[in-house]
């Protein structure tokens, strides 16, 4: 096992059926009597409906329905839960104005849906939806969020000044205080810009309609079934929990947009039990621009008093978040309870107000993305350290030393709550430096005539979270196979072999004969999903738990079958044996024979099943630096050097843990210098496709200098690990963007917003005072 097992770079598992073609994605799901729906979206952002018309849709040739807001409403399907409640900071709850799976009598962004088509193919659907008449009366639209809290237009009835909440953490007599008593003051307004998620696969569901049983199956790309069996039986259908069953296969990416019921959904599984055959919707990409929950869109102003010495005294924080036009499932808690979780960075920080306004627009909704809140937070205070560092005159790694939480310190209750369990920011700091060349730098800036190089730096902490539960049950098939159930839903980050080493390890069984059971409701009783970089941590224990508990039984099953006493038994490295004896028997040998056995305190063979809580989360963490090059005549900026190191705690699998960092920082490079969701000032999408929403490729990064630090592994779970699925993306944009400055800081250059476009990178260099439309 020390071959596969945990800490060994094995092969993804499941790539042989992804690079041959025999990955099963749910729009490859066809049905016998399947038909297709089509989604009428409004074209504009605001607007009174005067009126729909369905009648010549619903007469058009292969139509099956044609479906309203107004009938889902008369059924009391209309209306999709936010399920994060929120308290202001007056003591009121925030607002509540709910998000409609179809529009009645208003539409709030462009794209929202206005009638679902349902057709004998999806030709028939899109030729039926061009009949749809629909008269709206435009109105005024506000797609900024720091324009809408202080705009005429009201995105909600009852919704003042379009404000949905405003939260605060920390009390602010502290933080007054440690500002007045500061020697130095430093403060910041940045911008962290919105943008869509672009998974290779975009959002799909097949929903089919038992009438015998009543019950519907729907089969959708989601980052875990449960939450959508939830709102499907309990917001749409309006029938038990156990007459819906959600599957999920193989999902092409998700990024934290596939957590979320979308109102397709409930069209879909409306429809399939209304025309009683199952209904095929999937998005096009350009439907995914327009509808699929955005991440990020912040305006923050925060600031940091230092005394003296530098040692950071107090911070405050004041951010404005976008909401979109209706709260998505998770939306007021991203920006603030998850950014709250590692605001204060791995600094010890004294004392925090963090306050967040959150405003309705007329823009598609917002949710978690990579990250959720933490690299919202992290690159916040990675930009403030930067700049305190330069208005002081001090060293920016040195500043960073004078205030990190010692490692000796750990446990470490921080201003904002969190216990960090474990951490040595300074050695993994020194690490990175040393395989950067950091020292060396000042030999490499001005290597190229043209060329403004620069080296940034960030220190990142991130929080895994999510729900603290999770469940995995084993079970030892007939064809010598071994199963594996779990909670926890794959969406291409290798689970399938992940956890096959986790249980190898215990049991002892050799990988190809381990199957990965995962989003099917039916057969799985409950499970967390997929999100918030929790997989490993809580799946991996509830995976360990399972296979002490088959380890138990195996040992009542193995006495009876060697005939001597339970307590007589040994297992090890997938054996079951008598202790001072060569006798024995292999697992799977047992397992057979184990089926048909009777055995007192024990019954089902070595089937078993466990279900854990988690008592704290995890505190990966990871030191990133950037090294960038400006072309001086097109403002064009090139990352040329990247090198990480990452506190991971114990790596069960080094290959697959690379990806994800890779895929995250990729990302973070995205957001920091290309990728940005512009709406003008009607809230039209104008960058609506990938002509016009530049996604990095694989010629815009360099070859990753990645390693990681094992020194510090987590205190809070048995197997010492620390998730690594967001990690990239929270440590990325402020390494980027703070090595932008320190290339154009001679011209005294201290700031620039994401992304960092050549356009506006020409235009800060050139102190262009004309407004650049990207802003």
């Not at 069984?509 to 499970?527: F, M, N, T, Y």
């Not at 790596?651 to 890779?662: K, S």
Request: glycine letters at 10%; hydrophobic letters at 40%; proline letters at 3%.
């Amino acid at each position: 096992m020390s071959k596969f097992g945990t800490g060994q770079p094995v092969k993804r598992l499941e790539d042989v059926r992804f690079i041959t073609g025999k990955g099963r994605y749910t729009d490859d799901i066809n049905l016998a009597d399947q038909l297709y729906g089509v989604v009428v979206r409004s074209p504009v952002a605001h607007g009174v409906i005067k009126s729909i018309d369905i009648a010549a849709a619903l007469a058009a040739e292969g139509v099956h329905g044609v479906f309203t807001g107004a009938e889902l409403a008369e059924a009391n399907a209309n209306r999709l839960p936010c399920v994060v409640p929120m308290t202001n900071r007056d003591g009121s709850e925030r607002a509540d104005p709910g998000r409609p799976v179809l529009a009645v009598d208003k539409v709030r962004f462009a794209g929202e849906g206005l009638a679902f088509v349902v057709a004998e193919s999806v030709a028939a659907a899109k030729d039926a939806a061009e009949l749809v008449a629909y008269d709206i009366e435009e109105l005024p639209a506000v797609a900024e969020s720091v324009q809408a809290l202080a705009s005429d237009v009201e995105v909600h009835e009852g919704v003042a000044q379009n404000r949905v909440f405003d939260w605060q953490y920390g009390e602010d007599a502290a933080v007054e205080a440690a500002f007045a008593q500061a020697a130095h003051t430093t403060e910041l307004e940045l911008i962290n810009n919105r943008l869509v998620a672009n998974p290779m696969e975009t959002r799909s569901i097949v929903a089919a309609w038992d009438r015998a049983e009543g019950k519907l199956t729907a089969h959708v790309c989601s980052q875990g079934v449960w939450g959508i069996k939830d709102v499907l039986a309990n917001h749409v259908l309006h029938v038990a929990p156990e007459k819906v069953r959600v599957l999920t296969s193989d999902v092409g990416g998700g990024f934290g947009m596939k957590i979320f019921f979308y109102p397709e959904y409930a069209m879909a599984a409306f429809a399939a039990r209304r025309l009683g055959q199952s209904v095929k919707w999937t998005a096009e990409r350009g439907e995914g621009f327009l509808s699929d929950a955005g991440g990020r869109d912040h305006v923050t102003k925060a600031e940091m008093a230092f005394d003296q010495d530098g040692v950071i005294l107090g911070m405050r924080v004041h951010t404005i978040a976008n909401m979109g036009a209706h709260l998505s499932h998770f939306a007021p808690f991203i920006p603030t309870g998850a950014a709250l979780k590692v605001l204060t960075g791995v600094y010890d920080v004294k004392c925090v107000t963090y306050r967040v306004e959150g405003a309705f627009t007329n823009t598609a909704p917002i949710d978690a993305y990579r990250g959720a809140g933490r690299p919202e937070s992290i690159y916040c205070i990675e930009r403030l350290i930067e700049k305190a560092a330069r208005e002081m005159g001090m060293d920016r790694t040195e500043l960073r030393r004078k205030n990190f939480i010692p490692t000796e310190a750990m446990p470490f209750k921080t201003a904002v709550g969190e216990v960090y369990d474990s951490g040595a920011f300074a050695t993994v700091m020194d690490r990175c430096m040393e395989r950067a060349d950091w020292a060396g730098f000042e030999g490499r800036r001005h290597g190229k005539p043209g060329k403004r190089r620069g080296i940034g730096m960030c220190y990142y902490i991130e929080s895994t979270m999510g729900n603290p539960n999770e469940s995995a049950d084993v079970r030892f098939e007939d064809d010598g196979t071994v199963s594996v159930a779990v909670g926890t839903q794959s969406n291409g980050q290798g689970h399938e072999t992940a956890y096959a080493q986790v249980l190898a390890d215990k049991l002892g069984i050799p990988l190809e004969q381990i199957k990965l059971v995962q989003g099917d409701s039916d057969r799985i009783a409950a499970g967390g999903g997929t999100g918030g970089s929790r997989s490993l941590t809580a799946q991996g224990v509830a995976i360990r738990h399972a296979s002490d508990a088959v380890i138990e039984k195996g040992k009542l099953y193995a006495a009876q079958e060697l005939e001597v006493a339970k307590g007589d038994i040994r297992f090890e490295d997938g054996t079951f044996s008598v202790v001072g004896t060569d006798r024995s028997i292999g697992i799977l040998e047992l397992a057979a024979k184990a089926r048909t056995m009777t055995v007192e305190g024990a019954e089902g063979g070595l089937d078993a099943a466990a279900t854990i809580t988690l008592d704290a989360w995890t505190f990966p963490n990871g030191c990133h630096i950037a090294e960038v090059e400006v072309d001086e005549a097109t403002g064009v900026t090139e990352v040329v050097r990247y090198t990480i190191v990452d506190d991971f705690g114990v790596v069960v699998n080094p290959m697959l843990v690379a990806g994800q960092v890779h895929g995250g920082t990729v990302q973070g490079i995205g957001q920091a210098l290309y990728e940005h969701t512009v709406y003008d000032e009607t809230g039209q999408l104008t960058s609506g496709s990938f002509m016009d929403y530049t996604m990095p490729r694989a010629d815009d990064v360099p070859l990753f200098d990645f390693s990681t630090f094992d020194g510090a592994p987590c205190q809070n779970n048995e197997m010492g690990v620390k998730g690594c699925g967001e990690a990239g993306s929270v440590g990325s944009c402020a390494a980027v963007i703070n090595a932008l400055i320190d290339a154009l800081a001679d011209q005294g250059i201290t700031a620039i917003d994401m992304p960092a476009t050549p356009e506006k990178v020409w235009a800060v260099m050139h102190g262009d005072a004309v407004k650049i439309a990207a802003e």
